[in-house]
DNA sequence: ATAATATATAGTAACGTTATCAGCTCTGTT
DNA sequence: AACAGAGCTGATAACGTTACTATATATTAT
């Protein structure tokens, strides 16, 4: 019935209504005046030619797109892609498009996107930024590009953020492990380049130090976040002299990692080693063991600095940096115990169906 | 440094390189003649003013964007994602970008969406559709846009396709379980309006016929893909009169609800239940009870996808459409056992950690 | 040597929309 | 009755690029 290739264009309505062109453009763009009766008459011979506005040509000619970028790390991540989620739901409310690309890591694959997407004339972006990656923003800024940054903070940039409090999220999980009677534990960071992967780890240090727990170096692990890494790293702990008596995880693909090489070597949670995780891991925490986490909100960090973004790109936000700090939300579950051979009570009643 | 507020566009540079504009564009845009000697010139002054084409402009007057559109009804499912890196990783090979829709399983966004694509131009879609969607694929048709579906079959709909070998999948996974010795075999499956369903429901009926099973409707439930209908579901089966000794998840999401299911009712995988799911849990499968699944392939999916409309938008396609079936992979693990009160002996040698 | 062709550049006209301006009609106010 | 102003419509000129045509020069074939 209908066809786009017939390539309708204003001018061929204007024609069928006997109204000019731009009463036309103004009619269906909403914008100007137009009587209710010609308004009228044009969305009927409008919908009857079957005329679909050309918005590259409307894009064009206003030099702007009505969309804006979103640049992630992975995809495959349900951590990004409920932050995807959150964007999107935000910016469809202000008529928005969402650009999704996912970086794979990768800063080269980010500028890339980047690139083709300021050629593309998006309106702005919101970055999760990639391992390593970041510097191209601060031409960003000095290009006079909006942005937000989500997830992962980029040192000394001054831009809007959204992003959960990883110190005190990683200081806590610690900080339990501790108090449970835990001496030896170990951590499966993420790429020290990142903020992220800092934070955490001068929250699980502040945890030790606090208790007069000795940092032990063989127990400090990780330089990316992918899960090969994680299950090699893990391997080594459970390989090594004196092996942890509880890890931590510091993201769920990580944590997936870990408790795949505890599998392997047939060790059980919590029996024979406690496992705690930063984020939340969807499936997996409907299934054994049923880690505990802090969770953060991906949907609502998605949210938020979409907000943020929108309200910069209309020119309503405020004039001085917005620094969004979200508190990640601690779940008890089961996957920890006290360690074997400590001297301490059960505090926790786990399941025991092993 | 660079400025793209400036706004320098091709004129700009011909004046400071003195060369006409459509000298300029040739260069730069790498079409018709131009000396090496110019174009060097030219690619110098245009770094030099830090030039970046206005791509609203260049798609404007080609009318090509090269864009494509991927929409999938969930981009939290890890099927999915996997899908668009797929179309993702290829499309990029060709120079293409993608635009990542998702429709929430909900018709009239998928039809908002793929409208305001079209608006925008994309030269194609890959289409995984939604529950209950599909009808204005037809209008699509007769609009001469070019689309491939994946995963889903629409009836009647002849386009190109991608999708897996559904009834065999089913069938297999189904007759595992009665060749182990199962007789009363549950089926949690997804909306009846989408051929995925259908076909994983034949085949599962197929087995069962073939080996003299009787079909009981009260194993047989499911009317969305939503994680929360499959856990009622099998809250149901398992709360009957007859609850079975074994059930089959038509897809991943519902995988995760039945594992849930049984967790709260304290049952165990597999000394209580069998379990067997279509789909490949990524997360899960690393962790118990290690299901026992057949795997599509969604990455080779959307790869295959975008490969057949790339080729249809360049015009390379063979004339006669085409429908490419995907073996999935049987893999077995360790969530299946022969029935507790069988006469059949115990055939697998599953983890018995429990 | 001359014709034919390839190479190189410039000039011009679109692509379809919207912003701007100009003109006209209709209110309502002084 | 004159006039200001709002309401409505139409003509025109862009937005920045590329397709096309025209012209000039270099290269090759005859």
């Known amino acids: 019935m209908s066809s786009i290739n017939k390539r309708i264009t204003i001018k061929e309505v204007?024609?069928?209504?006997?109204?000019?062109?731009?009463?036309?453009?103004?009619?269906?763009g909403g914008y100007g005046y137009v009587s209710g009766q010609t308004r009228r008459k044009i969305l009927k011979t409008?919908?009857?030619?079957?005329?679909?506005?050309?918005?590259?040509?409307s894009n064009f000619r206003r030099q702007k797109t009505h969309t804006i970028g979103l640049i992630i790390p992975d995809i495959t991540n349900p951590f990004f892609t409920t932050v995807a989620r959150g964007v999107e739901d935000q910016a469809r409310k202000k008529q928005f498009k969402v650009f999704v690309c996912s970086t794979d890591e990768d800063p080269d694959i980010e500028k890339e996107y980047i690139d083709d997407l300021i050629q593309r004339r998006v309106e702005g972006f919101v970055i999760a930024p990639s391992t390593g990656g970041g510097k191209h923003l601060f031409n960003?800024?000095?290009?006079?590009?909006?942005?937000?940054?989500v997830d992962r903070e980029v040192k000394n940039l001054k831009a809007d953020t959204v992003h959960s409090d990883n110190v005190d999220g990683a200081y806590r999980l610690t900080n339990y492990l501790i108090k449970l009677g835990h001496r030896r534990i170990g951590i499966i960071n993420g790429a020290m380049q990142t903020s992220v992967a800092i934070q955490r780890f001068t929250g699980y240090k502040k945890?030790?130090?606090?208790?007069?727990?000795p940092i032990v170096d063989a127990l400090v692990k990780g330089n990316d976040w992918r899960m090969e890494g994680s299950y090699k790293h893990t391997m080594e702990l459970l390989t090594s002299k004196f092996p942890p008596t509880a890890i931590f995880a510091a993201n769920n693909i990580l944590g997936v990692g870990v408790l795949r090489a505890l599998r392997e070597m047939g060790l059980k949670v919590p029996t024979d080693m406690s496992v705690v995780c930063f984020?939340?891991?969807?499936?997996?925490?409907?299934?054994?063991?049923?880690?505990?986490?802090?969770?953060?909100?991906?949907?609502?960090?998605?949210?938020?600095?979409?907000?943020?973004?929108l309200e910069r790109i209309?020119?309503?936000?405020?004039?001085?940096?917005?620094d969004i700090v979200l508190k990640p939300n601690f779940i008890?579950?089961?996957?920890?115990?006290?360690?074997?051979?400590?001297?301490?009570?059960?505090?926790?009643?786990?399941?025991?169906?092993?």
């Open 14 to 28: 204007a024609k069928e209504a006997k109204v000019s062109p731009s009463t036309v453009g103004r009619a269906i």
């Open 207 to 213: 945890a030790l130090l606090e208790s007069n727990v």
């Open 314 to 322: 209309s020119g309503q936000g405020p004039a001085e940096r917005q």
């Open 140 to 149: 960003l800024q000095s290009d006079k590009i909006k942005f937000v940054v």
């Open 279 to 309: 984020d939340d891991v969807p499936v997996a925490s409907l299934m054994y063991p049923f880690l505990t986490v802090v969770a953060q909100s991906p949907y609502t960090m998605g949210k938020l600095a979409a907000q943020i973004l």
């Open 46 to 57: 409008a919908k009857k030619l079957n005329y679909h506005p050309n918005l590259l040509a």
């Open 332 to 354: 008890i579950r089961e996957s920890c115990r006290p360690p074997r051979n400590s001297g301490e009570i059960h505090i926790l009643s786990g399941m025991e169906d092993k």
